[in-house]
């Protein structure tokens, strides 16, 4: 548990790269791992490394960056929760070899990335991330810009994981408690952890709750990828316990505000 967990907590997105090319060994590592990422959804995410020179790409977020990587899937339902919970096991494994990356979805020009891509009629390309060394420090415009989302924060947990009721605070046991906090530490867009879970009858149910006047196009909801990357965690959490996560898609009807969607469950055997 520990190991995940300090992965989890110590990941943050790196911005400020400091030139370095990603080494021959670590490009070797990065593809194989590629080759055994899955999600619970079965919906194949493709990744392409992208050279940044090579293809002329850049974010005016980003410093140094001189790789990418892209993400392509099939348009079609879940592919956006799938998309979340594949690229997710990639960003974490990146930090554990030393590798900083940064989800972007919204900071950069889209057609020039999906073209590098090779996007094909009836796929989506979610996100893109940068595959580098971080800079000794970080640029003021970092600096800035996560002060501005408080991306060091998160939600409490009683405001994110409830018992039986949606809005009713679940009391876990340490297990449950470790993994929820792995739930809770998960990267979002702008940092608005969309995710919501309630524990009926043993059983974690997930749900999207969706932020007033978030701008989602009809293809492509940023805070479903958001869900997948949390669902990512916990399964992963469970894993490493040595338990198995049987994940499903079966509303249970429990009442949820207007402006929630279920998403999915997860038992734990
Ligand atoms: C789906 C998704 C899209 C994101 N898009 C952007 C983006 O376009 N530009 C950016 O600078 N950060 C983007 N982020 C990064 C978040 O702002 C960041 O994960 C969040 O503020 C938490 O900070 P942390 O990752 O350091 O924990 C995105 C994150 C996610 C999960």
Same mark, same amino acid.
């Given at each position: 548990?520990?190991?995940?967990?300090?992965?989890?907590?110590?990941?943050?997105?790196?911005?400020?790269?400091?030139?370095?090319?990603?080494?021959? #060994?670590?490009?070797?590592?990065?593809?194989?791992?590629?080759?055994?990422?899955?999600?619970?959804?079965?919906?194949?995410?493709?990744?392409?490394?992208?050279?940044?020179?090579?293809?002329?790409?850049?974010?005016?977020?980003?410093?140094?960056?001189?790789?990418?990587?892209?993400?392509? @899937?099939?348009?079609?339902?879940?592919?956006?929760?799938?998309?979340?919970?594949?690229?997710?096991?990639?960003?974490?494994?990146?930090?554990?070899?030393?590798?900083?990356? @940064?989800?972007?979805?919204?900071?950069?020009?889209?057609?020039?990335? #999906?073209?590098?891509?090779?996007?094909?009629?009836?796929? @989506?390309?979610?996100?893109?991330?940068?595959?580098?060394?971080?800079?000794?420090?970080?640029?003021?415009?970092?600096?800035?810009?996560?002060?501005?989302?408080?991306?060091?924060?998160?939600?409490?947990?009683?405001?994110?994981?409830?018992?039986?009721?949606?809005?009713?605070?679940?009391?876990?046991?340490?297990?449950?408690?470790?993994?929820?906090?792995?739930?809770?530490?998960?990267?979002?867009?702008?940092?608005?952890?969309?995710?919501?879970?309630?524990?009926?009858?043993?059983?974690?149910?997930?749900?999207?709750?969706?932020?007033?006047?978030?701008?989602?196009?009809?293809?492509?909801?940023?805070?479903?990828?958001?869900?997948?990357?949390?669902?990512?965690?916990?399964?992963?959490?469970?894993? #490493?316990?040595?338990?198995?996560?049987?994940?499903?898609?079966?509303?249970?009807?429990?009442?949820?505000?207007?402006?929630?969607?279920?998403?999915?469950? @997860?038992?734990?055997?």
């Amino acid at each position: 548990m520990e190991k995940l967990m300090e992965t989890i907590k110590g990941r943050k997105s790196v911005r400020s790269f400091d030139d370095r090319p990603v080494s021959e #060994e670590h490009r070797r590592d990065i593809d194989e791992f590629i080759k055994t990422i899955r999600n619970p959804f079965d919906i194949p995410v493709e990744f392409v490394l992208l050279d940044a020179k090579e293809h002329g790409l850049s974010s005016p977020v980003l410093s140094g960056e001189n790789l990418y990587v892209a993400g392509k @899937v099939e348009k079609r339902s879940y592919a956006d929760v799938a998309f979340g919970y594949s690229f997710e096991q990639l960003v974490l494994h990146a930090w554990s070899l030393g590798i900083g990356t @940064v989800w972007i979805g919204g900071t950069m020009k889209r057609e020039i990335f #999906e073209k590098a891509a090779g996007l094909c009629e009836g796929e @989506v390309m979610p996100c893109v991330s940068p595959f580098g060394y971080p800079a000794a420090k970080r640029s003021v415009k970092e600096t800035l810009m996560r002060k501005g989302i408080g991306a060091d924060s998160r939600l409490a947990a009683d405001k994110l994981f409830f018992d039986e009721k949606w809005g009713t605070a679940l009391s876990p046991d340490e297990d449950t408690a470790d993994l929820l906090e792995m739930v809770r530490w998960a990267p979002s867009a702008v940092n608005k952890q969309p995710w919501r879970i309630i524990v009926s009858n043993g059983v974690f149910h997930f749900y999207e709750k969706k932020d007033k006047g978030y701008v989602n196009d009809a293809t492509l909801d940023l805070q479903k990828i958001d869900l997948g990357i949390a669902l990512c965690h916990f399964v992963l959490g469970i894993e #490493e316990k040595g338990k198995t996560a049987l994940v499903s898609v079966s509303d249970p009807g429990i009442a949820i505000p207007a402006d929630a969607e279920y998403i999915a469950s @997860v038992k734990v055997q």
